[in-house]
């Protein structure tokens, strides 16, 4: 992209309005987001029409996409993050490098999980949480995903690279393409070539391919763009890299984590159990998809600004931010709440998953309202360069407490206790949030009056 259009962008993202730049980079990046939950839950919602034990192994195998989504975001986070604040300081070659070194990285990352998940597939599966009855299904499922794992650590990186420069409309339309594929593909090859599970995972690695692709021209086009030229291994760009990524790959891969200690429990009372709380995983990640992509509207203001030193705008984004967010996410939760026991069934039409299903979604829609606060928190951390705090933000809900309250609770209630897990992890994370996020904001203040 030449300096001169950068310059532009480098005045939009500086001086436009606050309220109408983050909703125009919002829109986008919320759809990139909801589409990207949307892949799972296609799988889910098909697959359900197969049978209980095949929609235990979509839930079983999230695990595996989510990790390789972590290294995406590994990648993508870190090195976007770096490009928002270089294009602050109109560093735009540097910005270049980075670009190029998060893709290529990303996708040899990719290359070595195809390689290693194909070897150890069945042990992986097992790993997982999958049963005796389970696992056939799980290991079909995670074949094609394996095989896709390329693509989609690069598409998470161009994705996350162009949403950081202020061009999320472009990287919608990959993510968008690739997502209206698999809905429309998933019934072809699941019941009209009756290849069941299988189908739905060769549905979600074809659409990720043409992702994958879309992105690239994007990219390339449309954004800073990606060079093999520029690609180095220099320690510099790496440990820029793992300083803005490490706080994403803790929230995904201990989320990945969390989730397979959640279906090993569950596993331990019925493969219902197991598709119950995959369900309702994923309803919860469509809703909080929504929240992510809103906040990835804010994370471009947020580094730009924050790089070009305007924290009061850095700030006063910020709080917009929370504040819309918690109105639409009370509406989201009592919506929940009230229709769990008619959502359930749209995934699986079986009375134990819908009887375990409604509770666990209602326990998470009484602090999904808390939610906005706590991710919004943790992205402006991440973006301006914080990576302690932002880590231990990432951490706090999918794992520092999600995963004791899993076993304490498990153990002292049974399944009862199981299906509050998340809510009891949301009420501990948002009190480590609350002077996190105060410390960070009296800081911006402090540097503003210097």
Known sequence: MANSNLDSQFVKMTESKIEPLVLKLAVPSIISMLVSSLYNMADTFFVGQVGTSATAAVGVSFTLMAMIQAIGFFFGHGSGNYISRAMG?????????????????AVAVGVLITVLGLIF???????????????????????????????MTGSFVLNNQLRFQGRAMYSMIGITAGGVLNILLDPLFIFAFD?????????????????????IIMASKKGIGIDFHKLTVKGYYYKEIF??????LARQGCGSLSTLCLNNVAAGYSDAAVAAVSIVSKLMLFAMSALIGYGQGFQPVCGVNYGAGNYNRVKKAYWFCVKT??????IFAVTGFVFAPKIIPLFRDDPAVINIGSIVLRWQCITFPFSGFNVLSNMMAQTIGKAVKATVLALSRQF????????????????????????????????????????????MKSSQSE
């Open 89 to 105: 300081n109109k560093e735009y070659s540097k910005a270049t490098t980075m670009a190029s070194v998060g893709f290529y990285s």
């Open 121 to 151: 597939l069945k042990p992986l599966a097992v790993f997982m949480g999958s049963t005796k009855t389970i696992l056939p299904h799980a290991c079909e499922y995670m074949k094609y995903i394996l095989l896709a794992a390329p693509f």
């Open 195 to 215: 290849m069941k599970v299988a189908g739905a995972a060769l549905a979600t690695m074809i659409s990720q391919g043409v992702s994958f692709v879309i992105l």
């Open 243 to 248: 300083r803005g990524g490490i706080p994403s």
């Open 325 to 330: 967010a918690t109105v639409v996410q009370i």
């Open 400 to 443: 520092l407490f999600f995963v004791p309250s899993i076993f304490i609770l498990n153990e002292v209630f049974g399944l009862q206790g199981l299906e509050a897990a998340q809510t009891s992890a949301d009420i501990c994370a948002l009190i480590v949030c609350i002077p996190i996020t105060a410390s960070l904001l009296k800081e």
